[in-house]
């Protein structure tokens, strides 16, 4: 083989695999592209997470006239409102979650422990296995509050269920938002539940 034939052929390598390099690139360059212009299909802003919180500019404002309290919620949540006008009840199908958000006089002159302990002792004398897992200090609508989360069985179906309650005394009334769920769900759903709490103003 002559030299100029060796010539030849080094040549020809090199612009192949230049060739192959610039191939390369150019399709890479068009898929970058092609994703940087894809359209996305929008999340749900009542469903998505940021970090530990969630979005809610899409959530639904309630405002309460007889205790004049106010809170925002998901939209996928159907809302009944109480007969005597105390407050309201969010009921999700799937998983199973109620949310009440009512507020009463302070009728027996009680402070915030003997009404939240109270509500304990009529929750354990009428359900299965209850007790209380946590006691917290909280703030509800720039106030002070306290946190009592029970849990127990369900009459129903015999699962545990979580009942986390947030109350209020402010003034003379008490201020509650409580949430109830299944205990297995509890913990995905506390954004949320934490979202509608810091919504929440007198």
Same mark, same amino acid.
């Given at each position: 083989m002559?030299k100029?034939?060796?010539?030849k052929?080094?040549?020809i390598?090199?612009f192949?695999?230049?060739g192959?390099?610039?191939?390369?690139?150019?399709i890479?360059?068009?898929?970058?592209?092609?994703?940087?212009?894809?359209?996305k299909?929008p999340?749900?802003?009542?469903s +998505?997470?940021i970090?530990d919180?969630?979005?809610?500019?899409s959530?639904?404002?309630?405002?309460?006239?007889?205790?004049?309290?106010?809170l925002?919620?998901?939209?996928?949540?159907s809302k009944q409102?109480?007969?005597?006008g #105390?407050?309201i009840?969010l009921?999700?199908?799937?998983p199973?979650?109620t949310?009440?958000?009512y507020?009463?006089?302070n009728? +027996?002159?009680?402070?915030l422990d003997e009404?939240l302990n109270f509500s304990r002792d009529?929750?354990?004398?009428?359900?299965e296995?209850?007790e209380e897992?946590?006691a917290?200090d909280m703030? +509800?609508g720039?106030?002070?509050?306290q946190e009592?989360?029970?849990?127990y069985?369900?009459s129903? #179906?015999?699962?545990?269920?979580?009942m986390?309650?947030?109350?209020t +005394?402010?003034?003379?009334?008490?201020?509650?938002v409580?949430?109830?769920?299944?205990a297995?769900?509890?913990?995905?759903?506390?954004?949320?539940f934490?979202?509608?709490?810091k919504s929440y103003?007198?």
């Amino acid at each position: 083989m002559t030299k100029n034939n060796s010539r030849k052929i080094v040549l020809i390598i090199i612009f192949v695999v230049l060739g192959v390099f610039i191939i390369g690139g150019i399709i890479a360059i068009y898929k970058f592209y092609k994703l940087k212009t894809q359209i996305k299909t929008p999340i749900p802003a009542e469903s +998505l997470l940021i970090g530990d919180s969630y979005v809610t500019e899409s959530w639904l404002p309630y405002q309460n006239s007889r205790y004049g309290f106010s809170l925002k919620y998901p939209q996928t949540f159907s809302k009944q409102e109480s007969q005597n006008g #105390d407050g309201i009840t969010l009921t999700l199908n799937s998983p199973a979650i109620t949310i009440r958000a009512y507020a009463s006089n302070n009728a +027996l002159a009680q402070n915030l422990d003997e009404y939240l302990n109270f509500s304990r002792d009529n929750l354990f004398q009428e359900t299965e296995g209850a007790e209380e897992v946590a006691a917290n200090d909280m703030i +509800l609508g720039g106030v002070s509050a306290q946190e009592r989360r029970w849990q127990y069985i369900n009459s129903v #179906d015999g699962s545990k269920t979580i009942m986390d309650q947030v109350t209020t +005394l402010k003034g003379d009334i008490f201020y509650t938002v409580q949430m109830v769920i299944g205990a297995s769900a509890y913990s995905e759903y506390v954004p949320m539940f934490d979202e509608i709490l810091k919504s929440y103003k007198f």
